[in-house]
């Protein structure tokens, strides 16, 4: 690496020499060739790179990716995980005659519990329908309300 910050260096010295300004506001000395010159703020710069471990890249800019890549998890996979963990735990305790909606907004009581479905009776007064349904799929253990919402009335 720091092979490859000396030639890029050396090149943009050389182009200093023909009259650029030199980066950091240092000018070539006036004596010497243009080539000594480019040797020896090539030899200063990659010196410079080394004490500074580079661009700069050391351990505070690896402490902070690791600031970062811990406050995101802190703050968005975490929670995540917590409530997949107890929609998990709210399937597996799930019963039959238990109420349950789907993900899909459905009603039924389960009937009947396999390995990885439950076997959901859909429909009202007598006309029921027995659905399997995977476990993932179920949202929760809730009863649907069947009241209409209150009449306003006009006072």
Same mark, same amino acid.
């Given at each position: 690496?720091?092979?490859? !910050? ?31 010159? *480019? ?13 500074? $471990? ?20 802190? !703050? ?20 039959? $005659? ?9 009603? $039924?009581?389960?009937?009947? *519990? ?11 007064? $007598?006309?029921? *329908? ?26």
């Amino acid at each position: 690496m720091i092979d490859s !910050l000396t030639n890029g260096i050396q090149r943009m010295l050389f182009l200093a020499a023909d009259g650029l300004v030199v980066p950091g506001g240092a000018q070539p000395p006036a004596d010497g060739g243009a080539a000594a010159q *480019v040797t020896q703020y090539a030899g200063q710069a990659a010196q410079t790179a080394e004490a500074t $471990g580079g661009f700069g890249l050391g351990l505070p800019m690896i402490l902070l990716y690791v600031v970062l890549i811990g406050g995101i998890w802190f !703050l968005m996979m975490r929670p995540q995980k917590k409530r997949e963990k107890k929609l998990k735990e709210l399937q597996a305790n799930i019963k039959a $005659g238990d109420n349950v909606v789907t993900n899909g907004g459905m009603f $039924g009581k389960v009937a009947d *519990v396999g390995t990885d479905c439950f076997v959901i009776e859909m429909g009202i007064s $007598g006309r029921t *329908v027995k659905v399997p349904i995977l476990k993932s799929d179920v949202l929760g253990v809730r009863e649907p309300v069947l009241t209409p919402p209150p009449k306003e009335t006009a006072e």
